[in-house]
């Protein structure tokens, strides 16, 4: 079953706004911004659901040889069975797991670091899963959720990152956030627009940018200008690019929680490196200031998808970029804002 075709079976399911923002339109000098705006996706504030749900899915599908990975199937299968789901996470993307945990009826364990904000540690005990602080970086917390799993005959690991033999699973997430870009074509046809200009993505370890890429790259398409954003202090893709090869980059403390990662994906690298056209990084003011600004126009972010209106003011900005893009006055600009301020509140004082 496509992603979507699952997604749409899901209870309360239905494609998140694009929002218009021609106050930005005028400040970037193009002719239109739009928004896909997640901070309210199946019930939680970001858009990690999408990967987790249809990636969970699958998994105890083949887990229990079900023929078809819907809901009702895998609940069904799951009902007295002792499987439970781990998951590594800088935020949301356990609480994605554990929320899908709780639809199927399946136990979960959820891995983070200390640095994530309390609102996300409240939020994955929240929906019941059991969770575990691992001093250490987000590759460390990755690396002690796959060691657990591995000693658990019942685990299922759900990883939003993939490595040499762990591919599968990552990769049916990737197939779940194609929904919100086909979500976004039917929008965007709908609003006469042919396709957009100018697409920024922000990047953690990378999988989500690898659904967009693959959109936008898809049967030779076009597809516009493709731009990746991360912080400043956990640039992975950008080091990696940079070295022509996948390299770590140490990360360090940012509001851009969900996006603190120092290692790309391997099976999103090259898709990434050949599928880009940049990468840029923000730093926490800015991406502060753009979650601020957005709110003031309406538009429900958090840092991390705010860090996508950052990377857009900074390349338009600066002499010399908006014409090496070939970026016209009337220009379509997509921002996809991966987060509502729920998931990831800026800390007081930053705005």
């Not at 899915?57 to 809901?71: D, N, V, Y």
């Amino acid at each position: 079953m496509p992603a979507i075709d699952f997604h749409r079976t899901l209870p309360g399911y239905q494609p998140t706004p694009l929002r218009d923002v021609p106050a930005l339109a005028a400040e970037l000098g193009v002719g239109r911004v739009l928004v896909k705006e997640e901070s309210s996706r199946l019930g939680l504030p970001s858009f990690k659901v999408l990967g987790a749900s249809y990636a969970t899915a699958r998994a105890l599908a083949e887990r229990f040889g079900l023929p078809a990975a819907t809901l009702d199937t895998v609940r069904s299968a799951v009902r007295g069975s002792t499987v439970r789901l781990y998951a590594a996470t800088d935020g949301n993307h356990g609480r994605a797991v554990a929320h899908v945990a709780g639809l199927v009826g399946a136990a979960a364990t959820i891995y983070y670091p200390p640095g994530i904000t309390e609102a996300a540690k409240k939020a994955i005990g929240a929906e019941g899963a059991q969770a575990v602080e691992v001093d250490g970086t987000y590759d460390d917390v990755v690396a002690r959720a796959a060691a657990d799993a591995d000693a658990d005959p019942d685990a299922v690991l759900v990883q939003d990152t993939s490595w040499p033999g762990y591919t599968e699973v990552p990769q049916w997430i990737v197939d779940g956030y194609a929904t919100l870009c086909l979500e976004t074509d039917d929008q965007l046809a709908a609003l006469g627009v042919a396709g957009p200009d100018l697409v920024i993505v922000p990047v953690g370890v990378g999988s989500f940018a690898q659904a967009v890429v693959s959109h936008y790259r898809s049967s030779g398409a076009d597809g516009g200008t493709l731009l990746a954003v991360e912080p400043d202090r956990a640039a992975g893709l950008v080091a990696s690019l940079r070295a022509g090869k996948p390299v770590t980059a140490p990360p360090g403390e940012t509001i851009m929680t969900g996006l603190n990662c120092g290692t790309v994906s391997a099976l999103a690298w090259p898709v990434l490196r050949d599928g880009l056209d940049g990468a840029v990084t923000v730093s926490d003011d800015q991406a502060a200031a753009a979650v601020d600004d957005l709110a003031r126009l309406g538009v429900d972010s958090g840092p991390c998808g705010a860090a996508t209106l950052a990377a857009a003011r900074l390349v338009l900005g600066r002499s010399g970029w908006r014409e090496a893009i070939g970026l016209r006055s009337d220009a379509v600009v997509l921002l996809l804002s991966t987060e509502g301020r729920a998931a990831n509140p800026v800390p007081e004082g930053r705005v």
